[in-house]
Structure formats: structure tokens, C-alpha cells
């Protein structure tokens, strides 16, 4: 089935730094989301954007939209250890599709 | 909590048997999706279903199958189970304003 391309796959920072991963598709997207998942948990949403451009900001978390509509960034500023998991971007493709894909995934571990 | 509620949360049976495993979503939420999670690996599609109808379909193997009954909530069906069943299932609600999913915590699967 169609995934988006996610990366970096995992990365492994200290606590304060910043870290950013992006996604990116051969085909348009009308709304990208971005989720996080702690070990034994479902996805929890963090950010939706849902304008190409768009750029929105959840606390320490900012994603954009990218101006293709194939893109999506996620940053996350002054990491702390709670900000460990695994983090999703997925995307609607619209134009009658309901269904959400999902990149593969990025594992976010925090060095205290 | 994100309103989606999923049973059971673990369960563990033996190859050749068939389970079923149950979704109940958000309130006035009327779309639901069934995701399979492989250990380390990403959300694969199941199926989705909107209003007691099937919507759209992704990977789902012919030994699987899903219904949504009138008050809602969903249940998926697996049958035959092979080894490689082996996985966690969620189940997740759209906001039909917003196109974002909610998720459940997740039905961990194991066959022995």
C-alpha cells in the first residue's frame, strides 16, 4: 500500500536540543497530520495543517505544510525526556479518499 | 483519552483460531478505521467503514474481515490465524469537520 516517505528513520539527541524530521510524496496531499505514539499506546494527534504554506505551532512543536502540497516538516524546539516515542506524519490525499497513509515512523530518543 | 475505546486490550490465542476485536468510537463520530501495527513497523490500512458502510479498503488479507453495526461501533474478524498475525490493531474515529483521526489504545494480538 502507498506510504509516505518519512526521515530521518530515528534519532538519538541530548535533552535541549532541537530536532526536526520531515515527509515527503509523489502525489498531493490536502491535509497532513502529525502524531506521536508512546510505547503500548495508540497515536495521539500533535499538529493538523490543512492550507499548502500553512505553518501552526503547538507549544514547543511547529510543522508546516509544504507550498507542493507533497511535504511536511516537523520541528520540535528545547527537547525533554517526555518528548521520547515514535512520531508519525500521515496525510489525506482528498479528492474522494478517505483513507489516511501513514509514513513509516520516526523514533525520537532524549539523552538526559 | 481520545474517546475511542477498543477490547479487548490483549489477548492471545493459537494459530488456526479466529478472534474478533472490538471498536467503539467518539461520540457522533460516524467514520471508523481498523490499522495494523507489526512490531517496529508502521500503521498499515485496514479498512475503513462510514455509517455501516465500507468506504475504502487497504491491505487486508481475505482471512480478515470488518463490519459496522447501526449503533457504530466496529468489529474486525480474524480468522485462520497465522503467526504473523501478530500485532497491535487500532481502531481510530474521524472528526468529519476536520478529517483528523482520534485512535484507541490499541488490541495487542499475539498468536502462538
Known amino acids: 500500500g502507498q506510504q509516505l516517505n518519512q526521515s530521518p528513520q530515528s534519532m538519538f539527541i541530548q535533552e535541549g536540543e532541537d530536532v526536526s524530521m520531515n515527509c515527503t510524496s509523489s502525489?498531493?496531499?490536502?491535509?497532513w497530520l502529525w502524531y506521536k505514539q508512546d510505547p503500548g499506546e495508540g497515536p495521539v494527534l500533535l499538529i493538523a495543517?490543512?492550507?499548502?504554506?500553512e505553518l501552526t505551532s503547538n507549544g514547543r512543536l511547529t510543522a508546516q505544510f509544504g507550498i507542493t502540497r507533497k511535504d511536511s516538516f516537523l520541528n520540535i524546539s528545547a527537547s525533554i525526556p517526555s518528548d521520547v516515542g515514535i512520531y508519525f506524519c500521515a496525510g489525506h490525499q482528498g479528492g474522494g479518499s478517505e483513507k489516511l497513509v501513514f509514513g513509516k515512523g520516526m523514533k525520537l530518543t532524549v539523552n538526559p | 483519552d481520545s474517546g475511542v475505546t477498543q477490547t479487548p486490550k490483549h489477548l492471545i490465542t493459537a494459530t488456526g483460531q479466529r478472534v474478533t476485536l472490538r471498536c467503539s468510537p467518539r461520540?457522533?463520530?460516524?467514520?471508523v478505521y481498523w490499522y495494523q501495527q507489526s512490531l517496529d513497523q508502521g500503521l498499515q490500512f485496514l479498512i475503513q467503514?462510514?455509517?455501516?458502510?465500507?468506504?475504502a479498503k487497504g491491505n487486508i488479507l481475505e482471512r480478515f474481515s470488518a463490519q459496522q453495526f447501526p449503533d457504530l461501533h466496529s468489529e474486525l474478524n480474524l480468522s485462520s490465524l497465522e503467526l504473523g498475525d501478530s500485532a497491535l490493531y487500532f481502531c481510530?474515529?474521524?472528526?468529519?469537520?476536520?478529517?483528523?483521526?482520534?485512535f484507541g489504545e490499541g488490541s495487542r494480538l499475539t498468536v502462538l
Open positions: 502525489s498531493i496531499f490536502n491535509t
Open positions: 495543517l490543512y492550507k499548502a504554506g
Open positions: 481510530a474515529s474521524r472528526r468529519a469537520s476536520t478529517g483528523e483521526l482520534f
Open positions: 467503514y462510514y455509517n455501516g458502510e465500507e468506504r
Open positions: 461520540s457522533g463520530d460516524l467514520s
